[in-house]
């Protein structure tokens, strides 16, 4: 992003025992929050966003002794982006790229954007952030660098890419990169697509997405995730999940699994993320709604989720 001026957060990379030199970097420029991103695979789960010294002094001593501790041989330390986060996908075929959608994750715990983040607990598409003028933005001041550098330099990129975005006062900036569709936020992408998605694909392998129409419907999707009791932290499995038989034939609902599985013929918790209920509806408000009417028939101990899905975008709504 550097190299190619492509808008993000100014930052600074440390390697090895940086603890010192981490601690001394954000005491200097005295700016909080702050953000800390281990390098590393975490499951969704490599930012903290300490908001004071002492959430900095707790969070660096995570990274080098916690749990992230393996992810985090390396630490990137961002400077934080006010705004609202939302994200768009591109196929790419390694010159050219079509939209594929987009969309707004809901990343921490609880209602509000409180507590810990996740690996999502739930999303919407499309995102009213992104209406044609920013999306037009968007695609000309970070997609088509992006695309253009990593040919320039060698290495044109085939495939989905998934563009994390802070909506700021000066203009959208990277937050993140992604070499596949996001979680939650393919499960609301991809049913509005209309068009043929393997044809798409096999188009991004050959160089042939320019002048391909990729075609979406008109109708908006909400997903709310169910996840279990102490996500992300810690939590149990295997509890028993009732309720999905009566949503197979609801038109406008559809239930994705992801932390489930069969136990002696019964479905069950297996996972933090269990279920996603996506709804289906011509406005944001009536897709918010059918999500939540499908998870009422849903139940297993210590279920949760947040009640607030898709609530910041119909704030940009008329």
């Known amino acids: 992003m550097a190299r190619h001026n492509i808008p993000t957060a100014a930052y600074k990379v440390f390697r090895g025992d940086y603890y010192a030199e981490a601690l001394a970097y954000v005491d200097a420029h005295n700016q909080y929050p702050i953000v800390l991103k281990a390098d590393g695979l975490a499951g969704g789960k490599g930012v903290l966003i ?156 050959r160089g042939e997405l320019q002048g391909k129409d990729i075609v979406f419907d008109q109708q908006y999707r909400t997903t709310v995730v169910l996840v279990s009791g102490g996500y992300p932290v810690s939590y149990d499995k295997g509890f028993p999940i009732f309720g999905l038989d009566e949503l197979e034939k609801v038109d406008d609902i559809q239930v994705f699994h992801a932390g489930t599985k069969e136990l002696d013929g019964q479905l069950c918790t297996a996972g933090g993320r269990v279920l996603n209920v996506v709804g289906t509806g011509p406005t944001l408000q009536e897709s918010i709604s059918m999500a939540y009417k499908g998870l009422e028939s849903i139940s297993f101990e210590g279920m949760f989720y947040r009640k607030d899905i898709g609530a910041k975008g119909l704030n940009h709504v008329s």
């Open 50 to 205: 300490p908001e004071n010294r002492e959430e900095l002094l707790a969070g660096l001593e995570e990274l080098r002794r916690g749990s992230l501790q393996a992810a985090a041989q390396t630490l990137v330390i961002e400077e934080f982006m006010p705004g609202e986060e939302a994200s768009v996908f591109a196929l790419c075929d390694g010159e050219h790229f079509e939209i594929m959608g987009t969309a707004q994750d809901h990343k921490r715990q609880l209602d509000g954007d409180k507590g810990p983040n996740t690996g999502g607990m739930g999303a919407y598409s499309p995102s009213p952030l992104l209406a044609e003028d920013m999306l037009n933005l968007v695609s000309e001041t970070i997609i088509a660098p992006t695309i253009a550098g990593m040919a320039a330099e060698g290495n044109p990129y085939k495939g989905f890419l998934y563009v994390g975005l802070m909506i700021t006062s000066t203009g959208p900036k990277v937050v993140e990169y992604n070499c596949r569709f996001g979680d939650p936020e393919c499960q609301v992408v991809i049913p509005r697509l209309r068009s043929d998605l393997l044809t798409h694909l096999v188009q991004s392998t």
